[in-house]
């Protein structure tokens, strides 16, 4: 089984910064994508970036130029560093695991997800 645990959210002003953490644990080999989406009260869940094992990654328009996402791959964590935030950044972020391949070699035929960490921004 894999888990997946959020931590660094919280409340913060209007042009603050804040840094995510994701740390995934169980009997993983390697994870392929990992991303970060958000999902503020009544709306949908939404992509933020992404990033693969190799580095590349994706952004949604909205926060272009301000979050940075980034991994570790030997110690299987995601961060997300999050700069000049503003009140419509405020949701429960959620970190996301694709494509992981056991220890064992198998590969995992499911997405993962955590539970979230709220992040606040005050206007």
């Known amino acids: 089984q894999v888990q997946l645990v959020e931590s660094g959210g919280g409340l913060v002003q209007a042009g603050g910064s804040l840094r995510l953490s994701c740390a995934a644990s169980?009997?993983?080999?390697?994870?392929?994508?990992m991303g970060w989406y958000r999902q503020a009260p009544g709306k949908q869940r939404d992509l933020v970036a992404t990033?693969?094992?190799?580095?590349?990654?994706n952004y949604a328009n909205s926060v272009k130029g301000r979050f940075a996402i980034s991994r570790d791959n030997a110690k299987k964590m995601v961060y997300l560093q999050m700069n000049s935030l503003k009140p419509e950044d405020t949701a429960v972020y959620y970190c996301?695991?694709?494509?992981?391949?056991?220890?064992?070699?198998?590969?995992?035929?499911?997405?993962?997800w955590g539970t979230g960490t709220l992040v606040t921004v005050s206007s």
């Open positions: 996301k695991a694709a494509g992981v391949v056991g220890s064992d070699y198998y590969v995992h035929g499911v997405d993962y």
């Open positions: 169980g009997s993983i080999f390697s994870i392929g994508a």
């Open positions: 990033i693969t094992s190799g580095g590349s990654t």
